[in-house]
């Protein structure tokens, strides 16, 4: 099957590269300097309004799917969520192309995506891939985009700088066009690529600090700026609705702050009924008399704070809601979603 295009690269102004590319020392391949780690902490992108501008800074697309971290080892291929969870099963094709690479040892690090039609990830196909929240189906159609190498052939590459994970990646991935592959620097400036991306569609834009080594967490060597805001809230009930589809007017969305939860507003758009009616069986088998927010409706259902949903959204309102709040769907525990924290 004939993946669709990348569509932010098809804009000639643009240029996708990597760096030129090193050959690795074909004399020591697999000498085993480094213990292999059965896992690393992800690195995690700091949230920004604006790209950041100077040469020290890469820019690549931001992917709309699942974080995973790729294992290739001798005895076989493990494909880790960024929860810890093994996910290689549910992920047959990325696992088969991982061990087409012809590698003795390397983690990858990247995101699962379903591509549309137009080159573009889509969250919610990949979860209807996927089997939906709690599904147990096996994805054939998500593509992992690798971006970081972090072992390599014996070799621990996390105190690296990112230009040289970057060649060793560039040259591992250099032929890949199936279900992994690599996602592409793109030079350009920052403020330009963020508007090319906006207006494709696109989620938005990946910076990264070219001289950074791998550190795990949201240190600030990352950076993403979104064309739409986009962030983890819980459900915490729901509003019912009698000409609703599903029988759900809206849901309740609480964020965190410190130990509390704070209500943010609602949101009655972006699910198909199909949506709806799951969401609604769930929410009330985890109904509540006792909202976690202090909150009163004649028609509001509350449930228990479990089910945690992607919510786009265009900003905040100065009493604190979400302002032109969608629903994108539900995030898996093994994701590791975490609930968005108010300052």
């Given amino acids: 099957m004939k993946r669709p295009a990348k569509p932010l690269l098809q804009n000639n102004s643009l240029t996708a590269k990597s760096q030129p590319r ?23 992108a700091l949230l920004k309004t604006a790209p950041p501008s100077g040469p020290e800074w890469v ?13 290739i080892e001798p005895k076989g291929v493990r494909i880790i969520t960024r ?26 690090d990247g995101e699962a ?10 969250f919610g196909a990949l979860q209807r891939s996927l089997g939906g929240r709690g599904g147990k189906r096996a994805s054939t159609e998500a593509v992992l985009f690798a971006f970081d190498l972090m072992y390599f052939d014996g070799h621990d590459l996390t105190r690296t700088e990112l230009s040289v994970r970057r060649h060793l990646l560039g040259d591992l991935l250099e032929d890949a066009t199936g279900a992994i592959q690599l996602s592409e620097e793109i030079d350009a400036d920052g403020a ?8 494709l569609g696109m989620e938005g834009i990946i910076a990264k600090h070219r001289d950074s080594t791998y550190r795990s967490g949201r240190t600030g060597d990352w950076l993403k700026i979104k064309c739409v805001q986009s962030e983890s809230f819980m459900i915490v009930g729901y509003e019912q609705s009698a000409v609703a589809r599903g029988g759900i007017g809206s849901l309740l969305l609480a964020a965190r702050r410190g130990h509390d939860w704070v ?15 799951y969401l609604k069986k769930t929410l009330d088998r985890l109904k509540t008399k006792t909202p976690v927010v202090p909150l009163k409706g004649r028609n509001y259902i509350f449930a228990q704070p479990t089910l945690i949903a992607e919510i786009e959204f265009r900003g905040w309102t100065d009493d604190g809601n979400l302002r032109h709040a969608s629903y994108k769907g539900l995030r898996e525990v093994q994701d590791n979603a975490a609930v968005h924290e108010l300052d």
Wanted: aromatic share 8%.
């Fill in 192 to 199: 330009e690529l963020l508007a090319s991306a906006c207006s």
């Fill in 263 to 277: 209500y943010v507003g609602a949101v009655g758009t972006g699910f198909k009924e199909k949506d709806a009616a």
């Fill in 113 to 122: 995506v379903v591509l549309n039609g137009e080159g573009r990830s889509d």
């Fill in 22 to 44: 090193r050959r690795r020392d074909p004399a020591q391949p697999n000498l085993p300097f480094d213990p292999m780690p059965d896992r690393v902490e992800p690195c995690l």
């Fill in 83 to 108: 929860g810890g969870h093994d996910w290689t099963h549910r992920f047959p094709t990325i696992a088969a192309a991982a061990r087409d690479l012809g590698v003795a040892t390397a983690i990858l």
């Fill in 59 to 71: 820019y690549e697309m931001k992917w709309d799917g699942y974080r995973l971290a790729v294992h």
